[in-house]
């Protein structure tokens, strides 16, 4: 039996379409519908729980935040609703987001190709069983020892880049190495399922070596071409514990031709601080060896002020929980403010992760944050997109300066 009260959500960036998708629902006799333009407009609907919807109409192509990344944040947000995909590119297109959606443990009622017909969607929704407790969302895979080791020797593993840029002249100053797993079944498999696993069984070292390897080998490829870039490496704290790590990434950046000081190695705060004496000896080493060093996430882990002191670190990323938002949040800007004073006393460079959105961006430039990395910028993306990325970015940054800066 149908059930009339359910909270549909319809999210289409075509305003015409959009708007008629709405009316259809609603002459169906499902009364509680609402619309939105933008996948960060939708999310927004998920602060308040009363809010949050039971069925989504989604579009799978949307600038911006595209269809199939908007799962990827519903995933993030534990939503146990349905999905109708919505989209006008062909069927296989339309099978493969199913798919997607599928691999997160999504339900999804079915797909729909545009225009959409009002029995088209009635069917669909008419399947829709809620409600949602009853199906309690299975929690994300996660994988084993063996499955890793021969993703990791089998080359499954790939390297998609994030850029930094300068905020003062929109400068791509350099960009930030962030591993995939190409899974054959599962598909794409984010660094959160995985990065633990190979830590608890001894893996992190491989991993390390071959997310290394290819960055060094990358660097190079865009040197040759004219594109002078620090790249940047995420190193786990069990890197840190054997001397021979030093000497294996010194001898990577002779082979690759790389100098040292266009490669910054990340390390996370929150692990840091556990046991200090070989890891402060490596990275001590390294930057003797003109390494450039990162202390990453800087803000949520519990470092004291001497330890900072202590660690030869060039750069502090300041955690995207202290950006996202912080212009509106009195509290939020006080940390900010805080970690971004404290780093130029110290003399480091700073960058500001997590920014989202043009509120963002504005804020982190305003408050004089050199470099700024996040979606507002550009989504982690495979090292053969970049370039053209790049061009785009310095296109649409000298657009707009021109519009703020005429006589620049
Ligand atoms: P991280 O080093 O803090 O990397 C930033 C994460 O935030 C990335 O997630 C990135 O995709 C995401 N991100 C970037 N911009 C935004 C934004 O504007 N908003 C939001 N909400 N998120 C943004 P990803 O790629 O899933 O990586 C997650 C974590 O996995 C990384 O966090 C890092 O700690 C770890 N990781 C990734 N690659 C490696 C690696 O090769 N080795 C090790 N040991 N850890 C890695
Ligand atoms: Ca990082
Ligand atoms: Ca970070």
């Not at 809010?51 to 595209?66: A, H």
């Not at 996370?268 to 060896?289: A, G, Q, S, V």
């Amino acid at each position: 039996m149908n059930d009339f009260t359910i909270k549909i959500l319809a999210l289409d960036d075509d305003p015409f379409l959009l708007k008629m998708h709405g009316h259809m629902v609603a002459n169906l006799g499902y009364h509680a519908v609402t619309t939105c333009e933008s996948g960060y407009a939708a999310l927004e609907l998920f602060a308040n729980p009363n809010e949050s919807p039971d069925l989504i109409l989604l579009d799978i192509n949307m600038p911006e935040m595209d269809g199939l990344e908007f799962i990827r944040r519903l995933v993030e947000r534990n939503f146990n609703g349905s999905l109708i995909l919505v989209s006008g590119e062909d069927e296989r297109m339309r099978q493969a987001a199913e798919k997607l959606a599928r691999a997160h443990k999504i339900d999804v009622l079915g797909h729909l190709h545009k225009p959409v017909t009002p029995a088209g969607l009635a069917e669909l929704i008419g399947k829709w069983t809620g409600p949602s407790q009853s199906k309690p969302r299975v929690e994300k895979r996660t994988y084993g020892a063996a499955e890793l080791r021969s993703a990791i020797t089998n080359g499954e593993l790939v390297n998609y880049y994030q850029p930094k840029v300068l905020t003062g002249t929109g400068r791509v100053m350099g960009v930030e190495t962030l591993v995939r797993w190409r899974h054959p079944q599962d598909g794409m498999v984010f660094p959160d399922q995985f990065i633990g696993v190979a830590e608890a069984h001894g893996l992190i070292d491989d991993l390390t070596r071959v997310v290394l390897t290819d960055a060094f080998t990358q660097s190079a490829l865009w040197r040759e071409s004219g594109l002078m870039l620090q790249v940047s490496v995420n190193l786990s704290m069990d890197n840190l514990m054997s001397m021979d790590f030093v000497d294996w990434v010194v001898g990577l950046a002779v082979k690759s031709g790389v100098p040292p000081q266009m490669m910054v190695l990340e390390v996370t705060e929150t692990r840091l601080m556990e046991d200090l004496r070989t890891p402060l000896e490596i990275l001590t080493r390294l930057r003797l060896k003109r390494f450039r060093l990162s202390i990453d996430d800087y803000g949520i882990g519990n470092s004291t002020l001497a330890q900072l002191r202590d660690l030869p670190f060039d750069e502090l990323k300041i955690d995207q929980s202290f950006v996202h938002g912080a212009c509106n949040s009195e509290k939020l800007w006080a940390m900010f403010d805080s970690c971004l004073s404290l780093a130029k006393q110290l003399k480091m460079e700073v960058v500001a992760e997590g920014v989202e959105d043009q509120a963002d961006w504005d804020f982190v430039r305003n408050r004089g944050c050199d470099i700024a990395q996040g979606y507002f910028i550009a989504k982690p993306m495979p090292a053969a997109e970049l370039p053209a990325w790049i061009e785009s970015w310095n296109q649409a940054f000298s657009n707009l300066r021109k519009r703020i800066e005429p006589f620049h």
